[in-house]
């Protein structure tokens, strides 16, 4: 059985049908009352209630740096042998602490971590402006960012977590480099419809995302789009060594999700 943890989210819901329709026998951790989840699959709303019978464990803390340690304990005393963590690319940059990747490596279980950039479902955030005024309001137009496929970070995530390989550290990223403009461009096309970009200053972005995430974060997130690092804007291998095929663009990942912005 494999536990996966953050099972609603970007990378949660789709990895969870994916080891599902693979066969495997899955348990979903979801404090949601009613979790969308394939048939078959157990939902639990702890991570403690969700480790009995695992033998490996897909980590996703979402907006949130405080060690493992007790966790991954008892996910080693439960039986678990494996983690996956997905992790984020800014720990490799300096702008994020190493604090949960610590934690992994030194909880002896068998372990590897996902380090992807900027998500190409960030998008998603303009769905709203796009629906109702064919607009992408957002800063840094013209600064662009590898953004990789959350499908992606899916089957490198259920390739590891069925590997028995250990130690393995991938950077996850796109096959190119693409800006909100032309990101705005790709929506536009696959709506068949204009979609016009709309410059945001810094402080109109900043004070948007403190409405859903700590000001600090808000502060690197903007960084990050701002400001890369030349290594936040390089293309990755990874995905492709891995699957054995190129990472998807951001306009496949505009063509398949196109309806949330009708």
Aim: charged share 20%; aromatic share 4%; hydrophobic share 45%.
């Amino acid at each position: 059985m494999i536990t996966v943890m953050g099972a609603t989210g970007n990378v949660g819901r789709p990895l969870v049908q994916a080891l599902a329709e693979a066969g495997e026998q899955v348990t979903a951790i979801s404090r949601q009352k009613t979790a969308d989840v394939p048939a078959g699959v157990r939902v639990a709303r702890d991570a403690e209630s969700a480790l009995d019978g695992a033998k490996a464990l897909f980590l996703m803390v979402p907006g949130g740096f405080a060690p493992l340690d007790d966790l991954l304990a008892a996910a080693r005393s439960s039986g678990v042998g494996r983690v996956v963590l997905l992790s984020s690319q800014g720990v490799a940059t300096g702008r994020h602490p190493a604090v949960l990747e610590d934690s992994v490596r030194a909880s002896g279980l068998k372990w590897t971590i996902l380090r992807p950039g900027a998500f190409a479902s960030n998008a998603f955030q303009w769905t709203e402006s796009v629906r109702t005024a064919r607009r992408v309001v957002a800063p840094f137009g013209d600064v662009a960012l590898p953004v990789i496929d959350p499908e992606d970070i899916v089957a490198v995530a259920a390739s590891a977590l069925l590997s028995d390989r250990s130690g393995d550290v991938h950077e996850l990223t796109g096959p190119a480099a693409i800006t909100p403009r032309h990101q705005a461009a790709a929506i536009s096309e696959a709506l068949g419809e204009q979609v016009t970009f709309v410059p945001q200053t810094r402080e109109e972005a900043q004070a948007a995302m403190m409405a859903f995430m700590p000001p600090e974060v808000a502060n690197v997130t903007l960084n990050i789009l701002g400001a890369p690092t030349p290594r936040e804007q390089q293309v990755s291998p990874d995905v492709a060594q891995i699957l054995g095929r190129p990472p998807r663009p951001f306009t496949a990942w505009a063509t398949r999700n196109a309806g949330a912005f009708k």
